[in-house]
T-cell receptor
Framework: GAGVSQSPSNKVTEKGKDVELRCDPI?????LYWYRQSLGQGLEFLIY????????KSGLPSDRFSAERTGGSVSTLTIQRTQQEDSAVYLC???????????FGDGTRLSIL | DAKTTQPPSMDCAEGRAANLPCNHS???????VYWYRQIHSQGPQYIIH???NNETNEMASLIITEDRKSSTLILPHATLRDTAVYYC???????????FGTGTSLTVIP
């Protein structure tokens, strides 16, 4: 079945480099979320897209983080000038609309050396 | 802001019912309660959600108190594969964020 797909599954990079994480949501899902999960912690909301509306960026931790969603489908989360504290699993989820359950990908494990 | 409180860990004997409580005393009147679980190295898996009435599906049952301030997820016959971290989540205020907390780590014991 076509679930939420995230790539890469693992990313190791040096401090100061930029990284791009990709999310392919379930077809037809208008809502898309990005979360961050540090080791042993719960999920931290980053950003929310709903259809063609302006995204809710209230969870982005700094201006080094940005995200786009092109054509209401694929989304890219970009982290510029990565820091060691950015190391975490980045999870993407999509849902049919705002109140419907979210379906998650398996995340991208990001390690900053 | 709406948040949830869950016990950090629970054990359950295989084949018995697992009852996982969640307190969400500040939930808004029109917001759902959602339950997910997460097995190591995987993304969270949706289990069930509800607004006011009790709900049941092929995975679990959800009991919501009349005042909506708490709920209980019931796994009727726990198996070893149900060992996971279970999250009860609600939307924060009227925004788009969901509060996940640290969940309940359920261990099913043979």
């Amino acid at each position: 079945g076509a679930g939420v797909s995230q790539s890469p599954s693992n990313k190791v990079t040096e401090k100061g480099k930029d990284v791009e994480l990709r999310c392919d949501p379930i077809s037809g899902h208008t809502a898309l979320y990005w979360y961050r999960q540090s080791l042993g912690q719960g999920l931290e909301f980053l950003i929310y897209f709903q259809g063609n509306s302006a995204p809710d960026k209230s969870g982005l931790p700094s201006d080094r983080f940005s995200a786009e969603r092109t054509g209401g489908s694929v989304s890219t989360l970009t982290i510029q000038r990565t820091q060691q504290e950015d190391s975490a699993v980045y999870l993407c989820a999509s849902s049919r609309d705002r109140d419907q359950p979210q379906h998650f990908g398996d995340g991208t494990r990001l390690s900053i050396l | 802001d709406a948040k949830t409180t869950q016990p950090p860990s629970m054990d359950c004997a295989e084949g018995r019912a697992a009852n996982l409580p969640c307190n969400h005393s500040t939930i808004s009147g029109n917001e759902y309660v959602y339950w997910y679980r997460q097995i190591h190295s995987q993304g969270p898996q949706y289990i069930i959600h509800g607004l006011k009435n009790n709900e049941t599906n092929e995975m679990a049952s959800l009991i919501i108190t009349e005042d909506r301030k708490s709920s209980t997820l019931i796994l009727p016959h726990a198996t070893l594969r149900d060992t996971a971290v279970y999250y009860c989540i609600v939307r924060v205020a009227a925004g788009n964020q969901f509060y996940f907390g640290t969940g309940t780590s359920l261990t099913v014991i043979p």
